[in-house]
Each structure stands twice: as structure tokens, then as C-alpha cells.
């Protein structure tokens, strides 16, 4: 069965530096997704994307966040410059279009960021 | 926005008894309503999810009700068994925004 894959699996940066985390949605999926989740916390909405563009982002989605499908496969959500809270795991899902809109969400594994 | 809220936040169960872990919506025009199951440094992962159009979904040991004029809906575990120890989310989300919007979560363990 197809999966969501994110790369790196574990990220380590120093405060101030930017990151990029990737992602490899299902092929057939035209819906994608940031979450993060703190640990031991909820999981929480960053931002949505879908034909090429941003389709909603949450207050968490500052200009420090940016989303970008560099090419036909990979899509990527890039800090640029982290701070200590950023310190997160970050997942990556996608969907594919449903009869009234996007079907289930699969998750990718996540990218553990730690900031120190 | 849509606020879902999630209880309990632990659960403790004997193997083979049921387990119920509810959650309530704000925002009446939430329409979708997924639960995950995450184990410990894992992905969350699908089990069960239901639309608004129906009241009830089964599958095997797992089901889930929707109560719409209460905002509130519900996951049932049969027959536990420990494999079934993990953190539960729901979540809700509506064709206008296709984001979800998660629970804090239940962890739910099953004692053999």
C-alpha cells in the first residue's frame, strides 16, 4: 500500500538557522498537509495546499513558514529561522480528492525537529 | 474556529472490556469526523471515520456514533486486547476547510 515519506527523520539545528523538511505525498493524492505536534501534545494544523498554492494556514504559520511543491513529487515546508518552540514532530499527510471534497488524510512517519 | 474537546484523557481498561472515549465540536458545520491511533513515535493512523449523514459506523471491534444536534460523537473498542494500547485522537473538519482539527487525545491502555 502507498505511503506518505518524510525525510529527515530526526533534524538537529541550531536557534536561528533554517530548515527544511520534505516530504513525498502519495502519488495520486492532489491534497497536502503540515501538522506538528509537541510532545505529548495534540496534533496541530499548519497549513494546507492544494493546486499549486496555499489553501489555508493557521495562526502557527507565520513568515518564518513556507510550503513549496518543487517539483511533481516532493512537497516541502521550510523555517527559516527557528527559535527553541519550534522543537516539534512534524508530519506531512495528504489526500486525495473524494466525492465531496478531500478524502482521508494518510500521514507521513514525521520529522522530529529539535532546536537547540 | 472549530474547538474539539476530548475525554478521558487516560483510560484504563481490563482486557475484553470496552472502551469509550468521546469528543465534542463547536462548530456546526463540521461535517467529517476521523479517529487516529498513534502509538508511541508513531504516525497517527486512520481507524474509523464518519460523515455527517449517518449516525452510525461500524467496523469489526470499532465503531463510531455522531450525535449532530449535540456536536458530539463517540468511538467504541469491543473486546479490548493490549495491541489496542495506544493515544486516541478525533478530529473534525468541513468542506470549507479541509484542515483537521484534533482532540487532545486519549491514552488508552489495556491491561492483559
Known amino acids: 500500500e502507498p505511503e506518505v515519506t518524510q525525510t529527515p527523520s530526526h533534524q538537529v539545528t541550531q536557534m536561528g538557522q533554517e530548515v527544511i523538511l520534505r516530504c513525498v505525498p502519495i502519488?495520486?493524492?492532489?491534497?497536502f498537509y503540515w501538522y506538528r505536534q509537541i510532545l505529548g501534545q495534540k496534533v496541530e494544523f499548519l497549513v494546507s495546499?492544494?493546486?499549486?498554492?496555499?489553501?489555508?494556514k493557521s495562526e502557527i504559520f507565520d513568515d518564518q513558514f513556507s510550503v513549496e511543491r518543487p517539483d511533481g513529487s516532493n512537497f516541502t515546508l521550510k523555517i527559516r529561522s527557528t527559535k527553541l518552540e519550534d522543537s516539534a514532530m512534524y508530519f506531512c499527510?495528504?489526500?486525495?480528492?473524494?466525492?465531496?471534497?478531500?478524502?482521508?488524510?494518510?500521514f507521513g512517519p514525521g520529522t522530529r525537529l529539535t532546536v537547540l | 474556529g472549530e474547538n474539539v474537546e476530548q475525554h478521558p484523557s487516560t483510560l484504563s481498561v481490563q482486557e475484553g472490556d470496552s472502551a469509550v472515549i468521546k469528543c465534542t465540536y463547536s462548530?456546526?458545520?463540521?461535517?467529517?469526523f476521523p479517529w487516529y491511533k498513534q502509538e508511541l513515535g508513531k504516525r497517527p493512523q486512520l481507524i474509523i471515520d464518519?460523515?455527517?449523514?449517518?449516525g452510525e459506523k461500524k467496523d469489526q471491534r470499532i465503531a463510531v456514533t455522531l450525535n449532530k444536534t449535540a456536536k458530539h460523537f463517540s468511538l467504541h473498542i469491543t473486546e479490548t486486547q493490549p495491541e489496542d494500547s495506544a493515544v486516541y485522537f478525533c478530529?473534525?473538519?468541513?468542506?470549507?476547510?479541509?484542515?483537521?482539527?484534533f482532540g487532545s487525545g486519549t491514552r488508552l491502555l489495556v491491561r492483559p
Open positions: 499527510a495528504s489526500s486525495r480528492m473524494g466525492a465531496g471534497g478531500p478524502d482521508e488524510q494518510f
Open positions: 502519488s495520486n493524492h492532489l491534497y
Open positions: 495546499f492544494y493546486n499549486n498554492e496555499i489553501s489555508e
Open positions: 462548530d456546526s458545520a463540521s461535517n467529517y
Open positions: 464518519i460523515r455527517s449523514n449517518v
Open positions: 478530529a473534525a473538519s468541513m468542506d470549507s476547510s479541509y484542515k483537521l482539527i
